[in-house]
């Protein structure tokens, strides 16, 4: 089964950008869909951006126009691109894995069963 690592979590002020990364441990691309959910506390996990085969993507209403999920292949690697960022997107980022999820629920933590640790975003106004 695959294994998730993710990085590039940190401290920025409102309306910063920050990049995350998460390393498979193996061949995703083709076989899995992937994405980014976020916890802050207190609060229940929410999905933020999933990707599927040739590119497909799907965000979240709160990080449209903010946040960009993309997939190197090559590297094995997922990126989430949030820039503008606001003090409500505080939380603990994590990306996950899903081999054959129901495309319409992407966003839904159930349909995923890899899941990285975590890092943590923390954005200050």
């Known amino acids: 089964q695959v294994q998730l690592m993710e990085s590039g979590g940190g401290s920025v002020q409102a309306g910063g950008s920050l990049r995350l990364s998460c390393a498979a441990s193996?061949?995703?691309?083709?076989?899995?869909?992937m994405a980014w959910f976020r916890q802050a506390p207190g609060k229940e996990r929410e999905g933020v951006a999933a990707?599927?085969?040739?590119?497909?993507?799907t965000y979240a209403d709160s990080v449209k126009g903010r946040f960009t999920i993309s997939l190197d292949s090559a590297k094995n690697t997922l990126y989430l691109q949030m820039s503008s960022l606001k003090p409500e997107d505080t939380a603990m980022y994590y990306c996950?894995?899903?081999?054959?999820?129901?495309?319409?629920?992407?966003?839904?933590?159930?349909?995923?069963?890899?899941w990285g640790q975590g890092t943590q975003v923390t954005v200050s106004s």
């Open positions: 990707i599927r085969d040739a590119g497909v993507t």
């Open positions: 996950a894995a899903a081999f054959s999820p129901i495309w319409r629920r992407s966003l839904e933590t159930s349909q995923y069963n890899v």
């Open positions: 193996r061949d995703t691309y083709n076989r899995y869909f």
